[in-house]
C-alpha cells in the first residue's frame, strides 16, 4: 500500500529565508508524485508533479522538488519565502496516472516578516 | 475555463439530519473525486468515478453515506443520518489528463454537525 508522511506539521520561516518541506513516500512501484498548495478556505492546487521524467521538477511561485529513489523522498524547496507563501502544503503519491491519488498529513508553513 | 464549482460552501445541521452537497467538474472531465478533509488533516478519498461509474468507493461508509454521478458530469453525495464525527470539508475534484493524474479542486463544502 502506498503511503505519504510530512516530517513537521508545521514550519516557520523568516521572508527571505529558505523554504524546505519534507515528505517521503512508500510505493511498490515507481510513483507519480505531487505537491499541492492550499491557502485558507480554499481548495487545493498544484504546485508542480513528478511523473518518471527529470528528478529535479520545478513549479509555480519559484518552488521546486527533487525526487530521490534512494531515500524515497520528495521533499519542497524555494530559495527565498515570501510572505504569500503562507499555506498549508500536501504532499501526495499515486501510482499511476490514473490512480487514486494518496495524501500525506500535510504541513503548515508560517513566514515571519 | 470555468473550475470544478461545489455547493453549498457551508452547512450548518443538527446530528441525525440528512445533508447533500453537489459537484460540477470541470467541463470534459471525465474522472470525479469525492475526498473527506478533516481539520488539520490531508484529503482522503471517499469514492472515485470514471463517468458514471465509481471504481473505487471502498473508503465510503456506505451505511450512511451515498453519492450518484447519473450522467457521467456533475455529482451528489449525501449524507443520512449525518453524526457529529462527520464535521469536516467535503472536497470535490475532477481530472482528464491520464498523462499526469493532476487533479483539479473545488473549494470544498464545510459541514458542521451539532
Known amino acids: 500500500a502506498q503511503s505519504v508522511t510530512q516530517l513537521g506539521s508545521h514550519v516557520s520561516v523568516s521572508e527571505g529565508a529558505l523554504v524546505l518541506l519534507r515528505c517521503n513516500y512508500s510505493?511498490?512501484?515507481?510513483?507519480?508524485l505531487f505537491w499541492y498548495v492550499q491557502y485558507p478556505n480554499q481548495g487545493l492546487q498544484l504546485l508542480l508533479k513528478?511523473?518518471?521524467?527529470?528528478?529535479l521538477v520545478k513549479g509555480i511561485n519559484g518552488f521546486e522538488a527533487e525526487f530521490k529513489k534512494s531515500e524515497t523522498s520528495f521533499h519542497l524547496t524555494k530559495p527565498s519565502a515570501h510572505m504569500s507563501d503562507a499555506a498549508e502544503y500536501f504532499c501526495?503519491?499515486?501510482?499511476?496516472?490514473?490512480?487514486?491519488?494518496?495524501f500525506g498529513p500535510g504541513t503548515s508553513l508560517s513566514v515571519i516578516p | 475555463e470555468a473550475g470544478v464549482v461545489q455547493s453549498p460552501r457551508y452547512k450548518i445541521i443538527e446530528k441525525k439530519q440528512p445533508v447533500a452537497f453537489w459537484c460540477n467538474p470541470i467541463?470534459?472531465?471525465?474522472?470525479l473525486y469525492w475526498y473527506l478533509q478533516n481539520l488539520g488533516q490531508g484529503p482522503e478519498l471517499l469514492i472515485r468515478?470514471?463517468?458514471?461509474?465509481?471504481?473505487?468507493d471502498s473508503q465510503l461508509p456506505k451505511d450512511r453515506f451515498s453519492a450518484e454521478r447519473l450522467k457521467g458530469v456533475d455529482s451528489t453525495l449525501k449524507i443520512q443520518p449525518a453524526e457529529l464525527g462527520d464535521s469536516a470539508v467535503y472536497l470535490c475534484a475532477s481530472s482528464h489528463d491520464r498523462d499526469t493524474g493532476e487533479l483539479f479542486f473545488g473549494e470544498g463544502s464545510r459541514l458542521t454537525v451539532l
Open positions: 513528478y511523473t518518471s521524467a527529470a528528478t
Open positions: 510505493s511498490s512501484v515507481p510513483p507519480y
Open positions: 501526495a503519491v499515486s501510482k499511476a496516472s490514473y490512480d487514486k491519488v494518496i
Open positions: 467541463s470534459g472531465h471525465n474522472t
Open positions: 468515478y470514471e463517468n458514471e461509474e465509481a471504481v473505487d
